[in-house]
């Protein structure tokens, strides 16, 4: 059975910074994709960031291109935030991809979701 578990979330201040991490089970975790995906209170699903298996390529939303920083080893995938903004506040989730795929994806891609954590950015 697949499961990912995300940890990290927080409340902080804009300009701060946090760190979330997935931990993902019952599957090769680097032979898989993962992607950061968030849903703010009455907003869409949106992907933030994707990388694809063995950190072949890495792929950022607009938005927070030059803040977020993707990663993985062998068993987490890592998303490092900086410069938080209150448009940042959202539920985040890792999500699992195609087997051996890039990081060209798009939402309905992604076959496992954890959880989420709760990320808020406010003074």
């Known amino acids: 059975e697949v499961q990912l578990v995300e940890s990290g979330g927080g409340l902080v201040q804009p300009g701060g910074s946090l760190l979330l991490s997935c931990t993902g089970s019952g599957f090769n975790f680097d032979d898989y994709p993962m992607g950061w995906i968030r849903q703010a209170p009455g907003k869409e699903r949106e992907w933030v960031a994707i990388?694809?298996?063995?950190?072949?390529s890495t792929r950022y939303t607009n938005s927070v291109k030059g803040r977020f920083t993707i990663s993985r080893d062998k068993t987490t995938l890592y998303l490092q935030m900086y410069n938080l903004q209150p448009e940042d506040t959202a539920v985040y989730s890792c999500a699992k991809g195609p087997f051996r795929a890039g990081s060209a994806l798009g939402l309905s891609d992604f076959t496992a979701w954890g959880p989420g954590t709760q990320v808020t950015v406010s003074s």
């Open positions: 990388i694809g298996w063995a950190s072949l």
